[in-house]
T-cell receptor, first 112, second 112 residues
Framework: SQTIHQWPATLVQPVGSPLSLECTVEGTSNPNLYWYRQAAGRGLQLLFYSVGIGQISSEVPQNLSASRPQDRQFILSSKKLLLSDSGFYLC???????????FGEGSWLTVV | QKEVEQNSGPLSVPEGAIASLNCTYSDRGSQSFFWYRQYSGKSPELIMSIYSNGDKEDGRFTAQLNKASQYVSLLIRDSQPSDSATYLCAPSEGTSYDKVIFGPGTSLSVIP
C-alpha cells in the first residue's frame, strides 16, 4: 500500500530564517505531488504541484519554492521566512489525473 | 478566479439526525468531486468521491452531484458525535485535472 511521510511535524523559526520541509511517498511511482498551506481558521491553499521530476507549477507567487529531485520526493523551501508564512503545511499525492488526493500528516510552522 | 463556496457554519445537528452539507463551484469544466473530513489539527481525509450526476451512497454518507447547477452536496445520516469536524468540498479544476481546489469548509457539530 501507498504511504506518505512528511517532516518535520512542527517547527518554530525566526523571521528571516530559511525553511525546508520534506515529503516522500512510498509504494507508487510517478505520483502527482502537491504542497498546500492552511492558515489558522482558513481553507486549503494550493502552493505548488508537480506531475513529474523537475516539473513544478507554482500557484501563488511568494517567497516559497518547491523542488522534486526524485520521483517520490517533494521539498518546500524558503530562503527567508515571513511572519505570514506561519500555518499548517500539507504535502499530498495522487495516482494521476482526476484521482483522489491523499494527504500527509502535515507540518505546523510558526514564524516568530 | 475559480471559486468553491460552502454553506457557512458552524452547523449543529442532534445525534441521529441528518446533516446536509452544500457546495457550489464556478468551474464548469470540473469533472471530479471530492468530500474530505478534517478534524481539528489533523490533515484532511477522503470521505467520498463522485464523478457523475446523481447520488452515490457509501454507508451513512451520500454524495449528490448536479453538474448543470454546479452543485454538490454531502448527506450524513444518523449523525454521530464522531462526525463533528470540518467538511471540505473539493472539485477538480476543469483546465487541469491534476489540480483540486478546496472550498473553505463547513464546520459540523453533532450534539449528543
Amino acid at each position: 500500500s501507498q504511504t506518505i511521510h512528511q517532516w518535520p511535524a512542527t517547527l518554530v523559526q525566526p523571521v528571516g530564517s530559511p525553511l525546508s520541509l520534506e515529503c516522500t511517498v512510498e509504494g507508487t511511482s510517478n505520483p502527482n505531488l502537491y504542497w498546500y498551506r492552511q492558515a489558522a481558521g482558513r481553507g486549503l491553499q494550493l502552493l505548488f504541484y508537480s506531475v513529474g521530476i523537475g516539473q513544478i507549477s507554482s500557484e501563488v507567487p511568494q517567497n516559497l519554492s518547491a523542488s522534486r529531485p526524485q520521483d517520490r520526493q517533494f521539498i518546500l523551501s524558503s530562503k527567508k521566512l515571513l511572519l505570514s508564512d506561519s500555518g499548517f503545511y500539507l504535502c499530498a499525492w495522487s495516482p494521476g489525473t482526476g484521482n483522489t488526493i491523499y494527504f500527509g500528516e502535515g507540518s505546523w510552522l510558526t514564524v516568530v | 478566479q475559480k471559486e468553491v463556496e460552502q454553506n457557512s457554519g458552524p452547523l449543529s445537528v442532534p445525534e441521529g439526525a441528518i446533516a446536509s452539507l452544500n457546495c457550489t463551484y464556478s468551474d464548469r469544466g470540473s469533472q471530479s468531486f471530492f468530500w474530505y473530513r478534517q478534524y481539528s489539527g489533523k490533515s484532511p481525509e477522503l470521505i467520498m468521491s463522485i464523478y457523475s450526476n446523481g447520488d452515490k451512497e457509501d454507508g451513512r454518507f451520500t454524495a449528490q452531484l448536479n453538474k448543470a447547477s454546479q452543485y454538490v452536496s454531502l448527506l450524513i445520516r444518523d449523525s454521530q458525535p464522531s462526525d463533528s469536524a470540518t467538511y471540505l468540498c473539493a472539485p477538480s479544476e476543469g483546465t487541469s485535472y491534476d489540480k483540486v481546489i478546496f472550498g473553505p469548509g463547513t464546520s459540523l457539530s453533532v450534539i449528543p
